[in-house]
């Protein structure tokens, strides 16, 4: 009989509530694991495809790398790299599709930096330094812990001759981390990213860097970017503190700094980063459109109307300027002038107003009783309608 086909949505659900199960039986049963894991294995694909049979390799395979680390996580050996190899080579024989041990590899050397065995960690994980933001740093981290005292010559003739040939390898393997410029957070996608100790090394490594190399603006920019996928406000609002001091007529920083005061809800300080972007780049029409922007959010119409003119000098985008028309006069409870630009909107965008529908059924929850649908509905038109006009304006993140 032919398998029932299921959306890759369903499976995902199914699939966790099934590793879900497993997580529990593995820290009750971590011991007996442990001393018999081809055994564990046998049960785990079992009951998988007895379970769950339409699931594609791919996620099969994420299922039990899944499952390995929680293994691994579980044992009393998880420090014995002789028993971690032994896990990792049940599971890659496990696993559907055999596209080399790169999941495995990356965090045995993690592993292995934890364990303080440095050598043995770059010689695991120098090859991956293309995956991921964290490889580079955690190569120059053993370089660095490997150069006594902590890679910072101290007597007078060490002084004379300058860092140690490791002490220059950690500054080497960071300046890579720019040449390459991997993706961040790559390996919390696939599983492995969230490594407390990694993370740290990471961070520790970038203050470094950023002592080593003041002039090189791209270790802010990835420390920025990580910290705002992580999460982490802390590190973000410091590195941005460093940044628009350094580099404040660069506009990355600038509207890094916008977003985050908007986050902040200070208004005060969004103005400031307008004011500056405008004077460090008054020929370009974006600072006018984080004008616009706000005086949308504050309902400041004498301001909107100064950026609008500002905007239309500088040639925006007809179909962004309908747009922001629109929020404002949703924003400033307008209703009547609201559909007028909704008429607007569907005679500038033509054949492609099918966007209009949405905007309309946003329409509605402004007007309800209910004051948390009505800040949804405004958050809801806010972010659609900027992520539209970047996009439009060709607003790049770099």
């Known amino acids: 009989m032919e398998e029932e086909w299921q959306p890759d949505a369903i499976v995902r659900v199914k699939l966790n509530q099934?590793?879900?199960?497993?997580?529990?039986?593995?820290e009750k049963?971590?011991?007996?694991?442990?001393?018999?894991?081809?055994?564990?294995?046998?049960?785990?694909?079992?009951?998988?495809?007895?379970?769950?049979?339409?699931?594609?390799?791919?996620?099969?395979?994420?299922?039990?790398d899944g499952i390995t680390l929680h293994v691994l996580d579980a044992s009393k050996n998880s420090e014995d790299l002789l028993f971690v190899e032994k896990l990792f080579d049940y599971a890659e024989r496990n696993k559907?599709?055999?596209?080399?041990?790169?999941?495995?590899?990356?965090?045995?050397?993690m592993k292995m930096i934890n364990n303080g065995k440095y050598a043995e960690a770059i010689e695991q994980l120098k090859k991956y330094r293309n995956i991921d933001a964290l490889i580079s740093p955690a190569l120059a981290y053993c370089y660095f812990m490997s150069s006594p005292p902590q890679g910072i010559a101290t007597g007078p003739?060490?002084?004379?001759?300058?860092?140690?040939?490791?002490?220059?390898?950690?500054?080497?393997?960071?300046?890579?981390?720019?040449r390459l410029n991997p993706p961040t957070n790559r390996l919390r996608e696939?599983?492995?990213?969230?490594?407390?100790?990694?993370?740290?090394?990471?961070?520790?490594?970038?203050?470094?860097?950023?002592?080593?190399?003041?002039?090189?603006?791209?270790?802010?920019?990835?420390?920025?970017?990580?910290?705002?996928?992580?999460?982490?406000?802390?590190?973000r609002e410091e590195l941005l503190g460093v940044a628009t001091e350094r580099f404040y007529h660069d506009m990355y920083f600038l509207r890094e700094s916008y977003r985050q005061k908007l986050e902040n809800r200070d208004a005060g300080g969004v103005a400031g980063v307008v004011k500056q972007m405008t004077?460090?780049?008054?020929?370009?029409?974006?600072?006018?459109?984080?004008?616009?922007?706000?005086a949308i959010i504050t309902t400041r119409e004498e301001v909107f109307h100064a950026f609008r003119k500002m905007a239309i000098g500088k040639k925006i985008p007809q179909r962004?300027?309908?747009?922001?028309?629109?929020?404002?006069?949703?924003?400033?409870?307008?209703?009547?002038?609201?559909?007028?630009?909704?008429?607007e909107i569907k005679v500038t965008f033509g054949l492609h107003h099918y966007y209009v529908t949405l905007l309309e059924y946003v329409m509605r929850d402004f007007l309800s009783d209910e004051e948390k649908k009505v800040k949804q509905a405004k958050k809801a038109m806010l972010d659609s309608i900027d992520q539209y006009c970047l996009k439009l304006l060709k607003v790049k993140d770099s």
């Open 190 to 235: 696939m599983g492995i990213g969230d490594d407390p100790v990694i993370n740290k090394v990471f961070w520790f490594m970038l203050k470094k860097a950023l002592e080593w190399f003041p002039e090189e603006r791209d270790f802010l920019r990835i420390g920025i970017e990580k910290a705002t996928k992580d999460g982490r406000k802390d590190i």
């Open 320 to 343: 962004a300027l309908v747009l922001l028309d629109f929020a404002f006069e949703m924003m400033s409870g307008r209703q009547y002038e609201a559909h007028a630009c909704l008429e």
């Open 29 to 64: 049963n971590s011991d007996k694991i442990d001393a018999n894991i081809p055994v564990f294995f046998g049960y785990v694909v079992t009951t998988l495809e007895k379970a769950l049979p339409v699931v594609n390799d791919e996620l099969y395979d994420r299922f039990i």
């Open 96 to 109: 559907r599709r055999k596209t080399g041990k790169a999941f495995y590899e990356i965090v045995l050397g």
């Open 157 to 178: 003739e060490e002084l004379a001759r300058g860092p140690t040939p490791k002490a220059l390898a950690a500054r080497e393997q960071m300046i890579e981390l720019v």
């Open 18 to 26: 099934i590793k879900k199960d497993f997580f529990d039986y593995i």
């Open 279 to 294: 004077q460090q780049y008054p020929e370009e029409l974006e600072p006018v459109y984080y004008g616009l922007n706000l």
